[in-house]
Nanobody, 113 residues
């Protein structure tokens, strides 16, 4: 069973920052486009950002200029730096590997004053 382990998240005030990390098994990480998705209550899961094996990022329009996805190949880790957070960013954030074949357990991000 492939296990993606997420960390980070929590409660932050509007305008604040949070960082998420996801560790994947080395063999999966090496061949995967890695991604971050999110799901807010009552809404469908949506793509936030992806990063290719070569490190090319891509972002949903609603996070461009605020979020940064990166990867650390030595640690088999993909990161999501979230700045200028808004209340509408509140959701459970999921890490995904091999497209959407494998998922992490999700980590809660709450943006509230």
């Amino acid at each position: 069973q492939v296990r993606l382990v997420e960390s980070g998240g929590g409660l932050v005030q509007p305008g604040g920052s949070l960082s998420l990390s996801c560790v994947a098994p080395a063999d999966i990480f090496a061949i995967s486009i890695m991604g971050w998705y999110r799901q807010a209550p009552g809404k469908e899961r949506e793509l936030v950002a992806t990063i290719t094996i070569g490190g090319r990022p891509d972002y949903a329009d609603f996070v461009k200029g605020r979020f940064t996805i990166s990867k650390d190949n030595a640690k088999n880790t993909v990161n999501l730096q979230m700045n200028s957070l808004k209340p509408e960013d509140t959701a459970v954030y999921f890490c995904a590997a091999l497209g959407t074949r494998y998922w992490g357990q999700g980590t809660q991000v709450t943006v509230s004053s």
